[in-house]
């Protein structure tokens, strides 16, 4: 059972636009969202997280959107650069990220000149 | 490099064979996890440890597969008897308590 949905699968923004991924989770016990950015052949890098007692953080270009009773969160780049072309995976995992974390399918996206 | 390492980064090997990969997470981390990831897909937990403690294993984790944590240090992965199915990248993250995952930069395994 898939408990994280994850859209769209791919995205191609021009550089400056603001792409926006988003996710729908299942389990209302989750109770920490984090963001991961993978580039090919590397491991996944944390970019952000939040809780759900918050509806929004930044850091830097980075914006969590969350959306508690919709059980919807979504990540925006604002200003996006052609060095932000990764593939962004939304996870959802329980106690404050001390358990497994459960990733959804993923996005690439693509940041054209 | 104070981050989490992987060894080997590349591995192929034939089917039925045995593989034993190794993962050395940040020091003072607890927490370990192993993941697997395969093409297009996000990674699926496959089992975690706290310290030398095995705390829960996924069902994707057959028979052929274990893993250890010995004195809580590095951690191992082995598969036997390999499948082509077992083809993947195998993630490693570790984490201090409540605390946000750091990934290493994984195990790539074909099997012929």
């Known amino acids: 059972q898939q408990q994280v949905k994850q859209s769209p699968q791919s995205l191609i923004v021009q550089k400056g636009g603001i792409p926006i991924i988003n996710c729908a989770y299942e389990n209302t016990a989750f109770d920490y969202f984090p963001w991961y950015q993978q580039f090919p052949g590397k491991g996944p890098a944390l970019l952000i997280a939040i809780r759900p007692d918050v509806s929004e953080k930044k850091e830097g270009r980075f914006t969590i959107s969350f959306n508690k009773s919709a059980k919807q969160f979504s990540l925006h780049i604002m200003d996006s650069q052609p060095g932000d072309s990764a593939t962004y995976f939304c996870?959802?995992?329980?106690?404050?990220?001390?358990?497994?974390?459960?990733f959804g399918t993923g996005t690439r996206l693509t940041i054209i000149p | 490099d104070t981050g989490v390492s992987q060894n080997p980064r590349h591995k192929i090997t034939k089917r039925g064979q045995n593989v034993t990969f190794r993962c050395d997470p940040i020091s003072e981390h607890n927490r370990l996890y192993w993941y697997r990831q395969t093409l297009g897909q996000g990674p699926e937990f496959l089992t975690y440890?706290?310290?030398?403690?095995?705390?829960?294993k996924s069902r994707l984790l057959s028979d052929r597969f274990s893993a250890e944590r010995p004195k809580g240090s590095f951690s191992t992965l082995e598969i036997q008897r390999t499948e082509q199915g077992d083809s993947a990248m195998y993630l490693c993250a570790s984490s201090p308590y409540q605390a946000e995952q750091f990934f290493g930069p994984g195990t790539r395994l074909t099997v012929l």
């Open positions: 440890f706290q310290n030398e403690a095995q705390l829960e």
């Open positions: 996870a959802a995992t329980l106690n404050f990220g001390n358990e497994k974390l459960t």
